[in-house]
């Protein structure tokens, strides 16, 4: 099939529907915010064609004026990066539109092209190096891209300086509750009233040879329902096992298993590692709200192997993805009985910085599974009917990272896995993980 070509068609510039206050104009980083590398989260959302969507213009017209009044109400992502603060001065944030041309969105979904899903992003607004620029430029990014079938698509870029998968989503909620005309709780943006305000003080490993290293590209694979419930119950330590891994610790411990075999010896730097990303929302409902918008999460490393030739277990990966699960489930309960939000947050900092001081890329290959699962992604309705496809990433992508996200039907999950391409060809031959999972099978409208 013929490559997706985007045309850009226009470009501007959206800015709040009313000023901000000015007790409002400086909002505090947070120490996390701090150490998170210059990149965005970002999100496509593809929407097949529907009666109400009438034609392109009256759809950016309805979607431009709603992310104006959003912006009243998200007021930090119309500002920009200053330092360890965002000066919210209403300089507004990009709205492109494009068109494409040569390709339905049915024959897209037929088998999608995760290079050319790249283009559907709005990151070439961006005239520098998308790296730098996410610490410049405007701190929100949208593109309206119509297919001449009568779809769409939409792609969010927001930086992951204020932004975690979970904000992008209450972005999403609030963005498309305002284009329907009605009302959604207002965010808060109270990352840096949980963990420390940012500094210059401490500084996170950096991975010199990154730069150096050979291109990684980017995989889709699908678990269906009934795959997962098999890998489950091969996940499960034993018959009599009390805790049956959820959908999320079996897919890891799969994925983690296939990531140790798949690294070819002269890419491997030493004792592997992998980090799981954690949203402190649902652990600490009663300080931290589901609409907060900002880097509540916590970093560790929770498996690892003693070095080469070493096979994992899934059984035991999962037995030991609970186990790591449960010690963090009692830390936290025990400080959230007595202790304040940013206590907590202050200890959990402190943590981080003393785990990852221990790491160092000479000696350990670290690996990460972040999950955008049981995220409402899907229920981004602008008044023309909910996605058929939803994907969650980072931009510019990360190597040997996989991101988790819910199918539409909610109950499989889509692993989009980057790694060095020498890697990726022994990965998506595993027959283990071919048991369980399709390499990038037909997005079902």
């Known amino acids: 099939m013929e490559t997706m070509k985007v045309k850009t068609t226009s470009k501007e510039i959206i800015k709040p ?38 034609s392109p213009e009256h759809t950016s017209h309805k979607l431009k004026t709603s992310l104006s009044e959003t912006l009243t ?15 919210c001065n209403d300089e507004g944030a990009v709205f492109v539109e494009a068109r494409v ?7 897209f979904l037929a088998s999608p092209d995760l290079k050319a899903l790249q283009q559907l992003l709005p990151l070439d607004a961006v005239v520098q190096n998308p790296y730098e620029a996410a610490s410049t430029w405007p701190l929100l990014l949208v593109k309206a891209t119509y297919f001449h079938c009568g779809g769409m698509a939409i792609g969010v870029c927001i930086t992951h300086k204020i932004a975690d998968a979970a904000s992008i989503s209450t972005f999403l909620r609030t963005w498309s509750a305002e284009a329907r005309g009605e009302a959604e709780v207002v965010p808060e943006f109270a990352a840096a009233s949980f963990y420390p305000p940012a500094n210059d003080t401490y500084k996170l490993p950096v991975d010199e040879k990154a730069s150096k290293r050979s291109s990684s590209i980017t995989k889709r694979f699908v678990f269906g329902a009934a795959k997962l419930e098999e890998l489950r119950t091969k996940a499960t330590t034993s018959p009599e096992s009390l805790h049956r891994p959820t959908r999320v610790e079996s897919v890891t411990a799969l994925l983690w298993k296939c990531f140790v075999s798949a690294t070819s010896s002269e890419t491997c730097g030493g004792r592997k590692v992998l980090i799981q990303l954690a949203d402190l929302r649902s652990r600490l409902p009663s300080l931290l709200p589901e609409s907060l918008i900002g880097n509540v999460m916590f970093s560790s490393v929770v498996l690892s192997t003693t070095g080469q030739g070493e096979e994992v277990k899934i059984e035991e990966a999962t037995r030991d993805l609970r186990k790591k699960k449960e010690e963090f489930r009692t830390m936290i309960q025990d400080d959230e009985d007595g202790s304040s939000s940013m206590m907590i947050g202050s200890k959990l900092a402190n943590l981080m910085l003393t785990n990852y001081s221990r790491m160092s890329y000479e000696t350990h290959e670290p690996y990460t599974v972040s999950s955008w699962c049981k995220l409402p992604v899907y229920e981004a ?3 023309w009917g909910y996605p058929v496809w939803v994907v969650g990433n980072v931009a510019p992508a990360f190597g040997n990272i996989a991101m988790l996200i819910d199918s539409k039907d909610g109950r499989g999950i889509e692993a989009f896995v980057t790694l060095p391409e020498e890697n990726m060809s022994l990965l998506e031959q595993n027959p283990e993980l071919l048991a369980f999972a399709s390499l990038n099978p037909c997005v079902l409208v």
Do not use: W
């Open 101 to 107: 041309d040569n390709c339905s969105l049915s024959g």
């Open 381 to 383: 309705s602008f008044g």
């Open 17 to 54: 529907s009313s000023t901000t206050p000015s007790d409002l104009r400086t909002l505090q980083l947070s120490i996390y915010d701090h150490f998170l590398p210059p990149i965005y989260t970002v999100a496509y959302l593809f929407y097949a064609k529907d009666e109400l969507m009438i």
């Open 73 to 87: 109400k998200l007021y930090p992502l119309a500002g920009r990066i200053n330092g360890v603060t965002v000066d």
